[in-house]
């Protein structure tokens, strides 16, 4: 499980992500964008529907930017908020994953965020961890 860490920012939403793989970080791009947008996670996701996302870039970097704002694009076109993912495949260039949603008229909203953003964009390896930093724009 990643360690997820809001960061203050005047305008956007900013966290930092600790990992011990990539899995994990995906992931916890998920859990950033959910304590944003929809901080309870119901208990009965029995109307939930399922949703598959395949991603190919070039680097890590590029393949998290899109990943974020692909399941940003999944929630507003469905209306729907995303609780977990189970990834079929999964590298620094390509991600394969099912993704269950619940429809927002079953979730209380908290916010809502943009997209994920290239700015001060990071993603390093750090004694065994893969540390983030992305901002989203709210």
Not at 26 to 32: I, R, T
Not at 61 to 68: A, P, Q
């Amino acid at each position: 499980m990643a360690h997820v860490r809001v960061l203050n920012h005047t305008a956007d939403y900013a966290v930092t992500i600790k990992a011990r793989s990539l899995e994990d970080l995906f992931s916890g791009g998920l859990e950033a964008i959910n304590f944003y947008c929809a901080p309870c996670k119901p208990e009965n996701l029995t109307t939930s529907k399922k949703y598959q996302i395949q991603i190919e870039e070039d680097n890590l970097e590029d393949l998290f930017v899109r990943f974020l704002n692909e399941l940003l694009f999944v929630m507003e076109d469905n209306n729907v908020i995303i609780y977990t993912i189970n990834y079929d495949k999964l590298s620094s260039c390509a991600v394969e994953a099912e993704v269950t949603a619940l429809s927002k008229n079953r979730t209380a909203l908290a916010g809502e965020i943009k997209c994920a953003t290239y700015h001060n964009l990071k993603i390093e390896k750090k004694g065994g961890f893969i540390e983030a930093a992305v901002l989203f724009d709210v």
